[in-house]
T-cell receptor, first 112, second 114 residues
Framework: GNSVTQMEGPVTLSEEAFLTINCTYT??????LFWYVQYPGEGLQLLLK?????DKGSNKGFEATYRKETTSFHLEKGSVQVSDSAVYFC???????????FGTGTRLKVLA | GAGVSQSPRYKVAKRGQDVALRCDPI?????LFWYQQALGQGPEFLTY????????KSGLPSDRFFAERPEGSVSTLKIQRTQQEDSAVYLC????????????FGPGTRLTVL
């Protein structure tokens, strides 16, 4: 079935550390892939996306590359900031439809 | 411009009460979605509207859940005879296209059933 597996959190890093949050998915075909971020008290915001294999999405210093061979879409940032503290969700639309399948989320805490 | 708004932001209900949660999507957005997010989990799809038509309600957990969007803009999610297991954050999202890509999410309504 359709599913998204994210690394469990919380992830605690010092400011300027390198971040990787793993995401793998099980899907039919090659759906668009998304990372959403949820800051405290706010709704989900699209962070970045990739619409086909080998695409790299990027935004605010975050990057993720669509790897169809490994069915992965890992999120990376070279130097995190305290303001990056949030919950990150990997997601894709099920079978090309509107039904987003979300991972369970990974909480990131960045310490000054 | 204004994003998706939801009200109330927080709702406490006694078990057995009915509740109504409101979503104001981005103006002109054709598609509207409701999700349920349990504590520590990702959002799970509840229902989908295209304009005023409810095209998919397969995610609604029971017949106590009902959603409407009568004029193709504002939507209401109603939960009758609330139970403790209904406690969650209810997220609304909208999208400008019928062929879906990015969904724009509201801040959610946190429902606590005592």
């Amino acid at each position: 079935g359709n599913s998204v597996t994210q690394m469990e959190g919380p992830v605690t890093l010092s400011e300027e550390a390198f971040l990787t949050i793993n995401c793998t998915y099980t899907a039919t075909g090659y759906p668009s892939l998304f990372w959403y971020v949820q800051y405290p008290g706010e709704g989900l915001q699209l962070l970045l996306k990739a619409t086909k294999a080998d695409d790299k999405g990027s935004n605010k210093g975050f990057e993720a590359t669509y790897r169809k061979e490994t069915t992965s879409f890992h999120l990376e940032k070279g130097s995190v900031q305290v303001s990056d503290s949030a919950v990150y969700f990997c997601a894709y639309p099920s079978s090309g439809t509107y039904k987003y399948i979300f991972g369970t989320g990974t909480r990131l805490k960045v310490l000054a | 411009g204004a994003g998706v708004s939801q009200s109330p932001r927080y709702k406490v209900a006694k078990r057995g009460q009915d509740v109504a949660l409101r979503c104001d999507p981005i103006s002109g957005h054709v598609s509207l979605f409701w999700y349920q997010q349990a504590l520590g989990q990702g959002p799970e799809f509840l229902t989908y509207f295209q304009n005023e038509a409810q095209l998919d309600k397969s995610g609604l957990p029971s017949d106590r859940f009902f959603a409407e969007r009568p004029e193709g803009s504002v939507s209401t999610l109603k939960i009758q005879r609330t139970q403790q297991e209904d406690s969650a954050v209810y997220l609304c999202a909208s999208s400008p296209l019928t062929i879906h890509n990015e969904q724009f999410f509201g801040p959610g309504t946190r429902l606590t059933v005592l």
